[in-house]
Nanobody, 119 residues
């Protein structure tokens, strides 16, 4: 089995910064795209940022220029640097990875990290 473990998050004032980390562990065969999603109560989970194995990045419009996703393939980890945080960024953030084992591909999720931005 492969697990994703998140760290970081917390409470910050508007305009501040936080960094989320996510590390994969277990019987890792291949990690393809990895990314971050977020969810607020009563709403669907939305994607925030994605990074490919080659390092290409994509961001949802609302975080462009403020968030940066990065990846360390040697550590099977990704990170999300969040700057200029806004109250509307408040959510539970989830790490996601596409784990490939032969012809099978399975999406994995972290446990979630609460990010709260106060105004």
């Amino acid at each position: 089995q492969v697990h994703l473990v998140e760290s970081g998050g917390g409470l910050v004032q508007a305009g501040g910064s936080l960094r989320l980390s996510c590390a994969a562990s277990g019987n890792i065969i291949k990690l393809n795209n990895m990314g971050w999603y977020r969810q607020v109560p009563g709403k669907q989970r939305e994607w925030v940022a994605i990074i490919t194995t080659g390092g290409m990045t994509h961001y949802t419009e609302s975080v462009k220029g403020r968030f940066t996703i990065s990846r360390d393939n040697a550590k099977n980890s990704i990170y999300l640097q969040m700057n200029s945080l806004k109250p509307e960024d408040t959510a539970v953030y989830y790490c996601n990875a596409d784990h490939q084992d032969g012809i099978y591909s399975l999406p994995l999720w972290g446990q979630g990290s609460q990010v709260t931005v106060s105004s």
